[in-house]
């Protein structure tokens, strides 16, 4: 399997499996990752040097393109049902970028409280170690981002060909604003279902439910 199709696989096996479950992804740190939903593994993926082996209750589907991935889909979701409910979106803000800024740990405006801030802050270092409020606050880009003034990349692109928003634009997808989160593969470290919920789902534009 080259890089390439490694990491097509990687990507889009987190993005069904975070997107349709809210699942604890327990790791060994060497070559095997569990997805439990309490006592309940529903799926184990051993990390092969030329593909994947997903383990889904008594099958073993040998992934190495994208047809045998959507094998491996069509058997997760007849052994159990999704149950990742969306974000709410009732008092959603989104930036100019497609991102929703009320689940972000550094927006500071609307209604989002110290306390719901400081429970983003706690799951995004749990996830990439990083200390939380490295960054100051933000009213987000519609107020001018960071520091009185936006420095997103994406931002910048609309502005160069007269937009307000990325959104505007005709070849806009999801993969112009990424986020943090969208570039994880299949890894095997442990990451609760909480902190996939609250700092890996909230910087993947435009899906979950966003």
């Not at 994947?52 to 047809?67: A, K, N």
């Not at 100019?96 to 689940?103: E, P, Q, S, V």
């Not at 995004?124 to 200390?131: A, K, N, Q």
Request: hydrophobic residues 25%; contains cysteine.
């Amino acid at each position: 399997m080259c890089k390439a199709v490694r990491k097509q696989l990687g990507e889009e096996t987190m993005r069904f499996l975070r997107g349709k479950y809210a699942l604890d992804e327990v790791g060994n740190g060497k070559d095997t990752v569990e997805f439990r939903d309490g006592g309940e593994t529903v799926l184990t993926i051993y990390i092969r040097k030329g593909h994947y082996d997903f383990q889904i209750g008594e099958r073993t589907v040998r992934v190495s393109d994208m047809q045998s991935l959507e094998e491996a889909k069509r058997l997760i979701l007849a052994q159990k049902e999704p149950n990742r409910k969306p974000f709410p979106r009732e008092n959603a803000v989104y930036a100019r970028c497609g991102h929703r800024c009320d689940l972000c740990q550094h927006y500071a405006g609307g209604t989002n409280s110290e306390e719901f801030r400081a429970k983003l802050i706690e799951h995004v270092s749990h996830v990439y170690g990083e200390p939380g409020g490295s960054i100051p606050p933000c009213q987000g880009c519609y107020h001018g981002g960071f520091s009185g003034k936006s420095d997103c990349p994406q931002i910048k692109c609309a502005a160069k060909k007269g937009l307000e928003k990325c959104q505007d634009c005709p070849k806009y997808t999801v993969a112009c604003s990424p986020g943090v989160g969208y570039n994880c593969g299949i890894e095997p470290r442990s990451i609760s279902a909480e902190d996939v919920t609250w700092a890996i789902l909230p910087y993947i534009s435009e899906q979950y439910g966003n």
